[in-house]
């Protein structure tokens, strides 16, 4: 499951509690920060979704053909990770379909949330394998040289915030100075 029960809030609010718990090895942990230069409380406005994900608590038999014949579709192809209606085969019978599983509860959708204008917000998700060796950051998206290739900006980052993001791992540095000796090295 993308979303499960342990968590760590930023700051303790009365509608936000959570649970103390141990971090353990062998359990995979999403970190997801996301911060902001305005107040931090993000609010919905009247843009249309276009991200899901499938409830799995939820079952209901649909009325329309369409709609079961889209459900099926996504709940072969997307049945606990989140989804784009872009994805879906047919986008424009999808978005019906979409209503109806709505309206059950079968789909559960991603809200579009906004910040004043003019304040930065910056959202940033990493998957974490705590393994018995340490831990491993997995499905961390774009590296930096390969976003800066594909998208541009007028605001750069400090030379130093760059050489922190592009620095080697010492664990992965390590294995690459072992492999290169054990290349080198002769063979009897």
């Known amino acids: 499951m993308i979303d499960g029960n342990n968590s760590i809030i930023l700051r303790d609010e009365p509608d ?4 103390k718990f141990a971090f353990e090895a062998g359990n ?3 970190i997801d920060v996301v911060m902001s230069s305005g107040a931090g409380k993000p ?8 991200v899901f994900k499938r409830n799995p608590l939820v079952n209901y038999q649909l009325k329309m053909k369409t709609s079961r014949a889209v459900f099926s579709e996504i709940s072969k192809d997307f049945p606990t990770f989140a989804f784009s209606m ?8 999808a978005r019906l379909a979409v209503k109806e599983c709505l309206e059950h509860d079968l789909l559960i959708p991603f809200a579009v949330l906004y910040e004043k204008p003019g304040d930065v917000v910056a959202h940033y998700k990493f998957t974490v394998l705590l393994m018995p060796s340490g831990s491993v950051s997995v499905a961390t998206g774009l590296p930096l ?6 998208f541009s900006s007028e605001v750069a980052l400090p030379p130093a915030l760059v050489e922190l993001i592009n620095r080697e791992d010492d664990k992965k540095k390590k294995k690459a100075d072992k492999k290169a000796a054990a290349a080198s090295a002769p063979s009897s």
């Not at 040289?145 to 594909?150: F, V």
């Open 43 to 50: 609010a919905q406005r009247d843009s249309k979704t276009t």
């Open 28 to 30: 995979v942990y999403t």
């Open 145 to 150: 040289a390969q976003a800066a290739e594909r």
């Open 86 to 93: 872009r994805q879906l085969a047919d986008e424009k019978s």
């Open 16 to 19: 936000q509690k959570v649970e």
